[in-house]
């Protein structure tokens, strides 16, 4: 069974290669899916630059919409994470940036399933992070998913909404709030 229904489609890709501000995103974006048999809500979308350079467009939703980041942290209900990858971003990239961001957010070393899916990425494809209550399944498309144990998986969401945030114009964005 997949994790998102036949309505909500197979893939989100079309939905998030969009351009301009996020309440552009979320006009195009569906205000709800069917996921792990949750109807989920679209919290809010962002987007992700490094230096001057696009690097993903993210879109999160909640079974219940909210704004404050440490309730949603803190929350047992299901979320999906979506990011669009904006650029080609080699695998070097990615493990480095990983491995700084387990070293300041949990002071733990990244887990090896982690470091072992990570790939060059192409420009235009597709990442979701499900977080159940007791776990997260992060896949590529068309990929099997990793899964990490929570609270892991919760850290790992707070790189994206948490007070340490990699980047405030996203976490304000998935947060709804600009």
Aim: net charge positive; glycine share 8%.
């Amino acid at each position: 069974m997949p994790l998102l229904t036949r309505r909500a489609g197979l893939s989100l890709l079309p939905l998030l290669a969009l351009s301009g501000r996020a309440v552009a995103q979320q006009a195009a974006l569906p205000p709800s899916l069917q996921v792990a048999g949750r109807r989920l809500v679209l919290n809010g979308t962002g987007l992700r630059r490094v230096f001057l350079f696009e690097a993903f467009r993210a879109a999160l939703y909640l079974e219940t919409a909210s704004h404050d980041a440490e309730a949603i942290l803190a929350s047992t209900q299901v979320k999906l994470l979506i990011l669009r990858y904006s650029r080609d971003i080699p695998r070097d990239r990615l493990v480095s940036g990983w491995e700084d961001g387990f070293r300041e957010r949990c002071a733990c070393a990244m887990p090896d399933n982690f470091r072992a899916r990570l790939r060059d990425l192409r420009e235009g494809e597709e990442e979701t992070w499900l977080f159940l209550p007791d776990h997260v399944d992060i896949a590529y498309a068309g990929e099997r998913p990793v899964r990490m144990d929570n609270p892991l998986g919760a850290r790992m969401l707070s790189a994206f909404i948490g007070p340490k945030a990699q980047s405030s114009a996203l976490s304000r964005g998935l947060l709804g709030l600009s």
